[in-house]
């Protein structure tokens, strides 16, 4: 049974920056693709970056709202997924939330979610 375990948020002040942690557990795995959301209090859950393993190397997206200052990558020896963000904003508070593809030989390609993790800035 894979499971996804996020840590790194926590309460800064703007301007600042945290390093979220998404670490994938339980099985002989292929990290097909890692994306992080976010949800902000009564709004709906936002893509925030997205990395898809590719033949030709890692695919990455970046929403226009978090561009030049979030920073997604990951460790597939580890099986670990990362999100740089720097030069918070207020308007980065939110739970973020991890989302992995992951393959393993029982189970095949599966979408598993980690339990989120809440980011307070402080302006």
């Known amino acids: 049974q894979v499971q996804l375990v996020e840590s790194g948020g926590g309460s800064v002040q703007a301007g600042n920056s945290l390093k979220l942690t998404c670490a994938a557990s339980?099985?002989?795995?292929?990290?097909?693709?890692m994306r992080w959301y976010r949800q902000a209090p009564g709004s709906q859950r936002e893509l925030v970056a997205s990395?898809?393993?590719?033949?030709?190397?890692?695919?990455?997206d970046i929403n226009d709202s978090v561009k030049g200052r979030f920073t997604i990558s990951r460790d597939d020896v580890q099986n670990r997924g990362y999100l740089q963000m720097n030069d918070l904003k207020a308007e980065d508070t939110g739970v973020y939330y991890c989302?992995?593809?992951?393959?393993?030989?029982?189970?095949?390609?599966?979408?598993?979610w980690g339990q989120g993790t809440q980011v307070t800035v402080s302006s």
């Open positions: 989302n992995a593809n992951i393959y393993t030989r029982t189970t095949g390609s599966v979408d598993y």
């Open positions: 339980g099985s002989t795995m292929i990290l097909n693709r």
């Open positions: 990395s898809l393993h590719t033949a030709s190397g890692d695919k990455v």
